[in-house]
Nanobody, 124 residues
């Protein structure tokens, strides 16, 4: 199995940027597609973006298109979520997840492993 650890969260003003990292250990990272989800207080976990094993395909939820960029460096066993033009509604705990498929998916059940999450807070 693979273990995931997110980092890079924090407090930022609206319009600012953050880069989240998801470090993988255990199995070979390139075996897994990667996804990011977020969960705000009182809300269900929602899909943000996912990327294929080789980084060649990405998909974003509409609310983050043009602002967030998902990438990965399999040589470093790390994935990255670059978040620009952040909005207060982006405030949530962000989770990375790994799927034993080529591309992953948009539902939590598409993923086999999860990190513990990192808090992102965007002030207005």
């Amino acid at each position: 199995q693979v273990q995931l650890a997110e980092s890079g969260g924090g407090l930022v003003q609206a319009g600012g940027s953050l880069r989240l990292s998801c470090a993988a250990s255990g199995r070979i990272f390139s075996y897994y597609a990667m996804g990011w989800f977020r969960q705000a207080p009182g809300k269900e976990r929602e899909f943000v973006a996912h990327i294929s094993r080789d980084g060649g395909r990405t998909y974003y939820t509409d609310s983050v298109k043009g602002r967030f960029t998902l990438s990965r460096d399999n040589s470093k066993n790390t994935g990255y979520l670059q978040m620009n033009l952040l909005k207060p509604e982006d405030t949530a705990v962000y989770y990375c997840a790994a799927a034993m498929t080529y591309y992953g998916g948009t539902g939590p059940s598409d993923y086999n492993y999860w990190g513990q999450g990192t808090q992102v807070t965007v002030s207005s």
